[in-house]
């Protein structure tokens, strides 16, 4: 009877060592000049691995202080200072210096590498030699990573404290930083893009500062701050919202009195607010695409041999007003007006109406090849301009679109047939009288 | 089949003998007395572990850089068979360096090792002395990187390891046998490794979109708009990006980062990528991790040498980001038609499960529209099949 009580015991046991942390681990061991075997193979049969000594130990430090152990240091081959961090520090299974891992394990520190769940050991080190000669590299490795995986099992407690603590920094972080619960007497709204580097499309970077009673600023990370935009309640007119930039629109339609308005207010206590406003200098070129869909689709798989479509065409009216270059689009389909644009003069609009290409056609390893799509036709361009109009730069891409290569066939002879390029789109200009209001 | 020679099979200008010149690592166990008669060419004698080693090359080089030299090899190399068929071994070589030849710049090495005056060659990496500081040569099978003065370490490409130290001066041999020569070599691997990183990282510096971006995960509506398929090229200006989107169209994102995650975190991380919205949070591996269901959906995003991301998909008609898609549909009822709803992307470090350092963040406004509610209902219901299965 006590034989049969023995053996489960003698389980119990192995199980607690293997899936004991590196803290219970590394009670077995004594810094110092350790020995070390390295795993090597025969050049003629690589699979076929041993562990052969080496001829100088390692110096291996470590300290174990109120069962904490952050780091492991090795001198590797007496020369190489190698410094290892652990991994989870209330219950560590390893410790990693971003390359190579180490684990003590029953009495041998293994130096492996790590990959797809398996622990490939390179050296095994120790304070007894004898300890080191393993026969059976293969089983060492299967033992150390089932070492390991029991132990990260084990180490949830640890890793939700480890969670805990980093959320608890991050939340202590937010409250040193944050508006909330602070007495914030004045919002600061501070433009970080010029003026004269404004214009349709642009980005336009911001930050914003709010002040406190007794004088303490609170900056966006913009300014070098650390305040979180969300903390602030930011409407804009003019310009797409956005962290650090807003992104001006694209048509003046929607920028009254040509300048972004931006009227920013402290989330937790709305009173206290700013706006500010800055004017667009129409200085930076502005680029519309109206192209013809590719055949392809806008999905990560293809739509094998689909044609690309026409790119739209368009009505451009072109003159000048208060200094600008006024340029309004318009859908030439349903005379909807797409963009109402100022430049200013010399500054170039540039409008893409071409084809979309054409889908490369299916491949066949023992039939046929699919035909390539048709590339899609380039819209056509009618620039309207009034009479003397200068400084007026506007280029037009309105090229078809290539045709989709046919797909490949069992041979040559069956691959598919390339889709037709499309053609390009004409481009008219013609002076007429008219007037733009906006 | 039989290995074919390392180091030496390429480059030959002196005939290398076809047959067995295998210039490899000796084990320990070749260092017993090789009891043949004869001997490679000439009269062979015996190192100290007793293999009996060829005669050298009887000629002497020097040059301005000081390459040149005559070399003892620990352990002695083995390189082909002497005249009675016996494997002939190596301890001395001499090194010809020639930066030029015929008005052109060659930057060659010739490694003489038998009396014949039969070399290895190899070619200084230029890069790696203009930039670091380290004279190495290399050729098809391996590499030669200094590792002291006048000591180096060849690392042979096939078997990955450092098989040889050569050393002008016999006694170096005490301080460097294979295992230092190893930690040496990788040592200085690793700083080379370091310092391409940085400059690589002024590089992207100098590029328009990257200095806009890094640090940043942005959002784009195709994949094609960016350069997705290259990780040394980014064709992409910044205005490609949107900042507010409909939800429920097609969705893709990128990220731009200050380091690799190689660098930062190590190669046995990987890249988790955390969503928020409305106080949920989902995490890509700790989804992946919940049971195989979700496992299977999940691709692991392995630590790379790169410093952005593909255009990884959100959402589009055939592919979900699953923990993108579970976030919305945990805050499906407060949607309301009109209104936008922040959802801030975070791309972490992770190792095992534990995230590290933030490596990028972005922010996207999503516009609930009902033009495209009936799209969206279809995907939450998609998700409730996926979660009753």
């Known amino acids: 009877m006590l034989k049969s009580l023995f053996i489960p015991f003698i389980l119990v046991l192995v199980h607690v060592a293997t899936g004991q942390s590196q803290l219970d681990q590394l009670k077995n061991f004594t810094p110092g000049d350790f020995s070390v075997a390295k795993v090597t193979f025969n050049e003629k049969r690589p699979d076929d691995k041993y562990v052969e000594a080496a001829s100088k130990t390692w110096p291996v430090k470590f300290e174990l202080s109120n069962n904490k152990c952050s780091e492991v240091i090795i001198m590797r081959a007496g020369v190489v200072e190698e410094k290892f961090l652990v991994d989870v520090p209330g219950y560590p299974a390893y410790f990693s210096n971003g390359t190579s891992r180490i684990s003590f394990f029953n009495g041998v520190l293994y130096y492996y590498t790590w990959k797809n769940s398996t622990a490939e050991i390179k050296y095994l080190l120790g304070n007894d030699a004898d300890k080191l000669k393993i026969k059976d590299i293969k089983e060492a490795n299967v033992k150390l990573t089932a070492y390991l995986t029991e132990t990260f099992s084990n180490q949830t407690n640890a890793r939700t404290d480890l969670i805990t603590e980093k959320n608890a920094a991050v939340e202590k972080e937010k409250e040193i930083n944050s508006l909330k619960n602070k007495d914030i007497k004045k919002i600061e709204f501070v433009w970080l893009t010029s003026a004269s580097e404004i214009g349709l499309q642009t980005r336009v970077k911001y930050g914003i500062k709010a002040i406190d009673a007794k004088g303490n600023e609170f900056k966006t990370i913009s300014l070098g701050g650390k305040t979180p935009y969300e903390d602030f309640l930011v409407t804009v007119i003019g310009a797409q919202p956005g962290d650090d930039f807003f992104t001006v629109e694209s048509t003046c339609k929607n920028i009254p009195g040509d300048k972004i308005q931006v009227t920013v207010k402290n989330k937790f206590n709305p009173l206290v607010q700013v706006s500010s406003s800055i004017n667009l200098s129409y200085s930076t070129p502005v680029s519309i695409s109206y192209r013809g869909e590719n055949g392809c689709g806008s999905a990560m798989y293809a739509r094998s041999g689909w044609g690309g479509g026409t790119g739209s065409s368009l009505d451009v009216f072109a003159t000048s007003k208060n200094n600008l270059i006024l340029v309004e689009v318009k859908n030439v389909a349903n005379g909807e007006v797409l963009h109402q644009i100022k430049v200013q003069p010399g500054v170039a609009v540039n409008i893409d109406v071409c084809g979309g290409s054409g889908c490369s056609g299916t491949s066949s390893s023992n039939g046929t090849g699919g035909n390539g799509g048709n590339g899609g036709n380039g819209g056509n361009v009618t620039i309207h301009k009034t009479p003397g109009l200068t400084g007026c730069t506007i280029n037009v891409r309105n090229n078809g679109g290539n045709g989709g290569n046919g797909g490949k066939g069992a041979s040559i002879s069956q691959n598919g047939n390339s889709g037709r390029d499309g053609s390009n789109g004409d481009t008219l200009e013609e002076i007429s009288s008219f007037t733009l209001n906006f | 089949m039989k290995r074919n020679l390392v180091l030496f099979s390429l480059l030959i200008a002196t005939s290398v003998s076809t047959q067995a010149q295998k210039l490899n690592a000796l084990k320990d166990k070749l260092g017993k007395k090789d009891k043949s008669e004869g001997s490679a060419s000439g009269d062979s004698k015996k190192d100290e572990k007793g293999v009996k ?324 209902d279809l995907i939450f219901q998609q998700m409730d099949n996926f979660l009753a299965e």
């Not at chain 2, 450092?162 to 690793?190: C, N």
């Not at chain 2, 579970?326 to 209104?339: A, I, M, P, T």
């Open chain 2, 53 to 376: 080693t060829a005669k050298p090359y009887g000629k002497d080089f020097t040059d301005a850089k000081g390459y040149s030299g005559a070399y003892f090899c620990s352990p002695a190399m083995l390189i082909g068979k002497d005249k009675l068929g016996r494997d002939a071994f190596q301890d001395q070589f001499k090194w010809e360096y020639i930066h030029e030849e015929a008005g052109a710049i060659v930057v060659k090495l010739n490694m003489y090792y038998n009396e014949e005056g039969k070399s290895i060659t190899m070619n200084l990496i230029e890069k790696y002395k203009e930039n670091f500081d380290v004279t190495a040569f290399k050729n098809n099978e391996g590499e030669i990187l200094q590792i002291d003065a006048d000591v180096y370490a060849l690392y042979d490409n096939q078997d990955k390891k450092v098989t040889h130290i050569f050393a002008k001066d016999k006694a170096k041999f005490e301080v460097y046998d294979i295992e230092t020569g190893t930690a040496k070599y990788e040592q200085k691997k690793s700083e080379i490794k370091a310092k391409e990183s940085e400059k690589e990282a002024a590089k992207w510096m100098k590029n328009e979109t990257y200095k806009a971006l890094v640090g940043k995960v942005n959002f784009v509506d195709h994949y094609s708009k960016v350069s997705y398929n290259r990780t040394d090229l980014i064709t992409e200006k910044a205005d490609v990006y949107v900042t507010t989107w409909d939800m429920g169209k097609p969705l893709y994102h990128r990220a731009y980062y200050k380091a690799p995650i190689s660098a930062t975190c190590g190669s046995d991380c990987e890249f988790n990528t955390v969503y928020e919205m409305e106080g949920v949070k989902t995490s890509r591996v700790e989804l992946s991790k919940k049971s195989s269901k979700w496992s299977q959906n999940f691709k692991k995003r392995e630590a790379n040498d790169y410093f952005f991301s593909p255009a990884w998909t959100l959402q589009d008609d055939k592919v979900w980001d699953y923990a993108y898609i579970y976030c919305l549909y945990q805050n499906r009822e407060k949607f309301v038609d009109g209104k936008s709803y922040k959802m801030k992307v975070t791309f972490y470090s992770n190792r095992d499960g534990v995230d590290k350092d933030v490596m990028a963040e972005g922010t996207i406004t999503l516009v609930y529209k009902k033009e495209n509610k009936a799209k969206l």
